[in-house]
């Protein structure tokens, strides 16, 4: 159930800021980080493989990791919380779209200007130069876990392409997270959909909406935060709460 004053806060938000965390696609099949059992961190070591370090020591373990990752979101499919979370933009006056994940789930399911706090699997770059390469990547074929894989080479300086996602110890991409900054404190309601609030600085994106006096609401099956006024707790699956949030 849907509480009534819930129903009224979105009813009646001009301007309203969804934030996803890898919760959303837990049902395409995307595995999250913290999760007991299935969580990437549970059965890998992030120390070795999300950090610049861990690609420097050995760029064939962490590309071949990354490629992996790549072909499940290939293989996925939105799910019900993506396309619930794309309806809803065509029903409020203003939405916006902030995301700490690295798929494109959300773009697939038709969201548009999607902020990626954390960049992207799909868009890698060169390690020393930056430089994009202009050919997309290809269609990966990694068994589970990936393979040591030799990444490829940048066209403009030769160096290692690297995947496109921040990594611990990295910046956020500046322009993306000041404008997450921004919709948080003008927004009037936000909605934070499967994240464990753990990393910074996006963990920052809720508290900042709520400080500055919207109502604050967060769907997730293991509800992490003790509620106060202005706040609430959908405790359930992102597919099955969001479609009921937004009809
Ligand atoms: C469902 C569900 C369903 C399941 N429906 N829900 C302040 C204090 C302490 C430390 C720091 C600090 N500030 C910075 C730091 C260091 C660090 C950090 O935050 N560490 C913490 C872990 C302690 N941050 C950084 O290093 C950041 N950079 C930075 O701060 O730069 C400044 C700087 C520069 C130089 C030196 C020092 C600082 C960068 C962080 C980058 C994080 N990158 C990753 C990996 C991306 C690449 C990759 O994909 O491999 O981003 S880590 C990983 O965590 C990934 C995620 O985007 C991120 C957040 O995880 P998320 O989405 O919350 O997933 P989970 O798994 O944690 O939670 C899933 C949730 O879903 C759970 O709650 C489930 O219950 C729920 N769920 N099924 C709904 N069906
Ligand atoms: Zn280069």
Known sequence: MIPASLVDALRSARHVVVFTGAGVSAESGIPTFRDSLT?????????SLATPEAFQADPPLVWGWY??????????????????IAELA??????????????????????????????SLHQPRCFSCGERPDTPLGMPDEPEGGRRLEPP??????????????????????????????????????????????????????GLAWRAGAVV???NPQPNTDQSE??????????????????
Request: aromatic residues 6%; contains cysteine; hydrophobic residues 45%.
């Open 67 to 84: 490629e992996w990752r790549r072909m499940k979101v290939l293989q996925a499919q939105p799910n019900p919380a993506h396309v619930a």
């Open 153 to 206: 080479s940048c066209n403009a300086c030769g160096a290692k392409l690297r995947p496109g996602v921040v990594w611990f110890g990295e910046s956020l991409p500046t322009e993306a997270l000041n404008t997450a900054f921004a919709a948080a404190e003008n927004c009037d309601l936000l909605i934070s959909v499967g994240t464990s609030g753990m990393v910074y600085p996006a963990a920052e994106v809720p």
């Open 217 to 219: 609401v967060h769907v």
């Open 39 to 47: 969580g990437l961190w549970e059965r890998f070591d992030a120390a």
């Open 90 to 119: 065509r029903h409020v006056p203003r939405l916006t779209l902030v995301t700490q994940n690295v798929d494109d789930l959300h773009e697939r399911a038709g969201s548009t200007d999607v902020i990626h706090l954390h960049g």
């Open 230 to 247: 202005r706040e609430f707790a959908l405790a359930g699956l992102a597919g099955e709460q969001l479609p009921q949030l937004v009809d």
